[in-house]
C-alpha cells in the first residue's frame, strides 16, 4: 500500500516484465550456471525465476536487476541444499556440465569471469557451502558491493566480508592459473588424441607432466576411472586402454570449453566426450574429461556444429 500523498505505482504490463527480465537473463545464467555447474540446472533456475517475476507484485520490485539477482540466487543456494546428497552419492569424480563458451557470450567479460567458468575454478568452488559460494562469486566475479549481498543472502556486510576472507583462503592455491596460448594448448591436445589413437606410450609420456592428475566424469551411464587418476605413467596407460572403446568413426571437434580450448568428440552426430586440459610449461598438467551423457545433452548434434 501506498503511504498518502504518494501516487501509486502502476503495474508492468507483462511485456514490459519480460523486456526486463531479457535484458538480465545473461547475467541471472552467469550466477546460476557458476553456482551449480550445470547448463541445464541453471536453465531451470532461471525458468523458475522468470515464473516469479511475471508474478511479483511491482510495490516489492524497486530494481529489476536487485530482484532477479536474488531470487537466482536464493534458487540457487536451495537447490545446492536439496542436491547435496545426489553429489555424495554420484558415482565416480563430478565435473561440471561442459559449457560451450561461444554459446553465452556475456559468461566471461572480464578476466575474473573468465578464469571463474573454467572447470577447475567451477569444481574448485565445490569445497564451498552454498552461501558461502554465493557471497563469494557476487564479490569476487560479478564486483557486487558487500552492502549489496547481504540482503540476498540474508547476512550483515561484515558477515559477507568474512565469508569472503575465509572462501579466499580456501581457495588460494587453486586460483594461480599460468595463461597458454590458445594454438599451443590445441596442438598438445591434438598429439595427445595422437598418441592414444596409436598407442604411442612413449610419446605420450613426453606431453604429460609427472604430476599429472586425469579426471573422468562417466556418472551412472558411461564407463571411467571412479577415482582421478594421478601420475604420468597412469595417465598414459589408461588414455591408451580406452580408446579401442570410442566408437568407430568418432571425429574430434576443437571448440572453446569454458573459457579454454578443448574438443568435442562426436560419435554418430552425438556428443560422446568432452575435454579440456590444464598446461605447466609444455607439457599437460590436468585433464578433465566428461563422459556422462546426461551432462552433454545439451551441446549441439555434430552436424551443427560443424556448420
Known amino acids: 500500500m501506498c503511504n498518502p500523498g504518494e501516487p501509486e505505482r502502476r503495474e508492468d504490463t507483462a511485456a514490459e516484465r519480460l523486456d526486463a527480465f531479457t535484458a538480465h537473463r545473461p547475467l541471472l545464467f552467469s550466477i546460476a550456471y557458476r553456482m551449480l555447474g550445470s ?9 523458475e525465476a522468470f515464473l516469479r517475476w511475471l508474478r511479483a507484485p511491482a510495490g516489492e520490485v524497486a530494481s529489476p536487476k536487485a ?6 540466487t536464493r534458487l540457487c543456494i536451495d537447490h545446492l541444499r536439496s542436491a547435496r546428497v545426489r553429489r555424495e552419492q554420484y558415482v565416480g569424480p563430478w565435473l561440471p556440465e561442459p559449457l560451450l563458451t561461444a554459446s553465452y557470450p556475456d559468461i566471461a567479460e572480464t578476466a575474473a569471469q573468465r578464469e571463474s567458468i573454467s572447470l577447475a575454478f567451477l569444481v ?30 540474508d547476512k550483515t556486510p561484515t558477515n559477507c566480508r568474512q565469508i569472503v576472507r575465509r572462501a579466499r583462503e580456501r581457495i588460494a592455491d587453486e586460483r594461480r592459473r599460468v595463461e597458454v596460448p590458445p594454438e599451443r594448448q590445441e596442438a598438445l ?5 595422437g598418441a592414444c589413437a596409436n598407442g604411442d606410450l612413449p610419446g605420450l609420456l ?9 579426471w573422468t566424469d562417466g556418472g551412472p551411464h ?11 605413467d597412469r595417465v598414459a596407460r589408461f588414455s591408451i586402454g580406452v580408446t579401442p572403446r570410442i566408437p568407430p568413426g568418432t571425429t574430434a571437434h ?19 566426450t568432452a575435454f579440456v586440459v590444464d598446461l ?28
Open 39 to 47: 547448463v541445464m540446472d541453471a536453465e531451470d533456475m532461471i525458468q
Open 67 to 72: 530482484y532477479l539477482t536474488t531470487t537466482i
Open 124 to 153: 574448485m568452488l565445490e569445497r564451498l557451502e552454498p552461501v558461502e559460494r554465493a557471497v563469494f562469486l557476487l564479490r569476487e566475479v560479478f564486483d557486487y558491493d558487500y552492502a549489496e549481498i547481504a540482503p540476498i543472502v
Open 189 to 193: 591436445i591434438d598429439a595427445f588424441l
Open 206 to 214: 613426453t606431453l604429460l607432466a609427472d604430476d599429472i592428475t586425469m
Open 222 to 232: 558411461a564407463r571411467a576411472a571412479r577415482r582421478p587418476i594421478v601420475g604420468a
Open 254 to 272: 576443437h571448440v572453446e570449453i569454458n573459457g579454454q580450448p578443448g574438443v568435442v568428440l562426436y560419435a554418430g552426430g552425438e556428443p560422446h
Open 280 to 307: 605447466v610449461g609444455d607439457r599437460i598438467h590436468r585433464i578433465w574429461m566428461v563422459l556422462n551423457p546426461d551432462k552433454l545433452r545439451h551441446l549441439p548434434r555434430g552436424t551443427a556444429l560443424a556448420s
